[in-house]
């Protein structure tokens, strides 16, 4: 674990993250992040936009795929609502030589070596937690940490975004945090070739009237403004074929006819995710029929 020295005080780093995330399509949303941490000249700071939209639409993906592009390390942290503030700055640990040990979280590990610093979910931090990064959302750029005793200014390569969730179950951030969270990047539902794509990518074994019938599911729904993202296809279609594999690749059993991947697919929907998305699959599948896989 790299470590540096900060006014007399030792920090171990962690590693920035190697994720198999990959951005498709929206190239669109990609320049917005990124013109938001387009610095113009020496008075210019980067800004620290935070990306909105349904849970599994890929806010965290693009976000990965943005600090990537831009060739810097990225550093994933989670917020949730137990999130303090000395889990974001520092935290102090007892080593095994029963020494205090002080390890810097993702964020600060980003700060110092100018990465990208992805806060996932963060409408579930509390204002305290939020309250402790102000000064580094601003032309200050730097945070304080209790624990140790220092004060840490960030690297002129470092750059932050924060995913947030627009479900209920959230803290409603004060406007000073806001105001320093900017600009609001919107994700909504790609379009369906788009869809298709990333369905394709993330389920290089699955043959194409899977990804059909899986697209077709995803597209009525958005069109009925259900929730269900293209996170849910994705487990979806892995369920059912991995289902379908265990059975033998649908082989007749106990005297029942041979059951085809789209019987599958409607029964995998019921499990990841409810009955209302299993009758999508069932109008879809009464459309076109139960052709053999």
Same mark, same amino acid.
């Given at each position: ?55 599994? +639409?890929? #806010?965290?993906? &693009? ?7 831009? *060739?810097?390390? %990225?550093?994933?942290? @989670? !917020? ?72 840490i200014k960030a690297h002129p390569d ?39 794509? +990333?369905? #394709?990518?993330? &389920? ?7 990804? *059909?019938?899986? %697209?077709?599911?995803? @597209? !009525? ?49 019921s499990m990841i995710l409810d009955a ?12 076109v029929g139960h052709e053999k896989d």
């Amino acid at each position: 674990m790299e470590t540096i020295v900060i006014e007399g005080v030792e920090l171990h780093l962690v590693e920035p993250d190697q994720v198999p995330m990959s951005w498709v399509g929206q190239p669109e949303l990609v320049t917005q992040v990124l013109a938001a941490w387009l610095v113009l000249g020496e008075d210019d700071l980067p800004l620290s936009p935070r990306l909105l939209g349904k849970p599994g +639409i890929g #806010k965290t993906t &693009l976000a990965y795929h943005a600090g990537r592009v831009s *060739d810097r390390p %990225v550093y994933l942290f @989670q !917020a949730t609502m137990d999130t303090r503030p000395e889990d974001l700055i520092v935290t102090p640990v007892i080593s095994e030589e029963r020494q205090i040990r002080y390890t810097a979280s993702p964020v600060v590990s980003a700060m110092i070596k100018g990465g990208v610093a992805v806060i996932d979910e963060g409408n579930r931090m509390s204002e305290k937690s939020w309250a402790s990064l102000a000064p580094l959302l601003d032309s200050r750029r730097y945070v304080e940490s209790i624990v140790a005793g220092i004060k840490i200014k960030a690297h002129p390569d470092f750059r932050l975004c924060t995913t947030m969730n627009d479900d209920a179950s959230t803290f409603e951030l004060p406007e000073y945090i806001h105001s320093r969270l900017q600009p609001q990047i919107h994700i909504d539902f790609p379009e369906r070739e788009e869809e298709r794509l +990333i369905l #394709k990518k993330n &389920l290089p074994f699955a043959d194409d009237k899977i990804l *059909d019938y899986v %697209v077709g599911f995803l @597209q !009525a729904a958005h069109g009925a403004d259900e929730r269900y993202s293209v996170r849910d296809g994705i487990n979806i279609a892995r369920y059912a074929l991995k289902r379908f594999a265990r059975d033998g690749g649908g082989q007749e059993t106990a005297g029942e006819p041979k059951r085809t991947k789209a019987v599958y697919l409607k029964e995998a929907a019921s499990m990841i995710l409810d009955a209302t998305a299993a009758e999508y699959f069932k109008e879809l599948l009464d459309k076109v029929g139960h052709e053999k896989d």
